[in-house]
């Protein structure tokens, strides 16, 4: 079975300030895609990065940067210096297989504050 | 218009009532798919259109009935629902049903069931 944790419910920081999302996944499939997803309060999911499970290199585009860790079954998100944009619900996704069985992380609520 | 778009964005409906839920992707992709999304849970993923073949049926009750004319509109047909089906119904897109291709999202319809 394939199962995503995301363990932080909410994060508040001040503007400028670093923040980590942790995201820990489970599965038995050897090939596997990770995804996060950003939700502002408009609604709609932006995807924001894709890796796949055999590519371990590290991320980064612009302010965001992801950390995979297949060692530790661990895609962790980062923003630095952040900005009240933002804020959002982010949600780290995996498919393993078959697309049909994507599961959704709880999503981590991010606020940053002026 | 672009990207996927759904409508109506809010609905609020009895529990005797009849209605549907639209929504259209201009992306040229060949899937679809609802999701739901409900408080304080992870996104739900319901049913799954891979070139207008329905690939997916997450154990949805037949109070909620799909239909995908073809690739671009999406239609969730609703009747007979009931309070615990309150949430926000979200629609994605993705070039396939393969678990390779990130997922597009609208906006979502947040529905009310009183």
């Known amino acids: 079975a394939q199962k995503v944790t995301q363990a932080q419910t909410e994060i508040s920081v001040v503007e400028k300030e670093d923040v980590t999302l942790d995201c820990v996944y489970e599965t038995r499939d050897t090939t596997y895609y990770l995804f996060w997803y950003k939700q502002p309060p408009s609604g709609e999911l932006v995807f924001l990065i894709r890796r796949n499970s055999f590519d371990e290199q590290n991320e980064i585009s612009g302010r965001y940067s992801w950390n995979f860790q297949k060692s530790t079954s661990s895609f962790n998100f980062t923003i630095t210096a952040s900005q009240v944009v933002d804020s959002a619900v982010y949600f780290c996704?995996?498919?393993?297989?078959?697309?049909?069985?994507?599961?959704f992380g709880a999503g981590t609520r991010l606020t940053v504050k002026p | 218009e672009t990207g996927v778009t759904q409508t109506p964005r809010h609905l609020v409906m009895g529990m005797t009532n009849k209605k549907s839920l639209k929504c259209e992707q201009h992306l040229g992709h060949n899937a679809m798919y609802w999701y739901k999304q409900s408080a304080k849970k992870p996104l739900e993923l319901m049913f799954v259109y891979n070139f207008k073949e329905q690939t997916e049926n997450n154990s949805v009750p037949s109070r909620f009935s799909p239909e995908c004319p073809n690739s671009s509109h999406l239609f969730l047909h609703l009747h007979t629902l009931q309070p615990e089906d309150s949430a926000l119904y979200l629609c994605?897109?993705?070039?396939?049903?393969?678990?390779?291709?990130?997922?597009?999202f609208g906006p979502g319809t947040r529905l009310t069931v009183t």
């Open positions: 994605a897109s993705s070039q396939s049903d393969s678990p390779y291709y990130e997922q597009y």
């Open positions: 996704a995996l498919s393993g297989d078959n697309n049909n069985d994507m599961r």
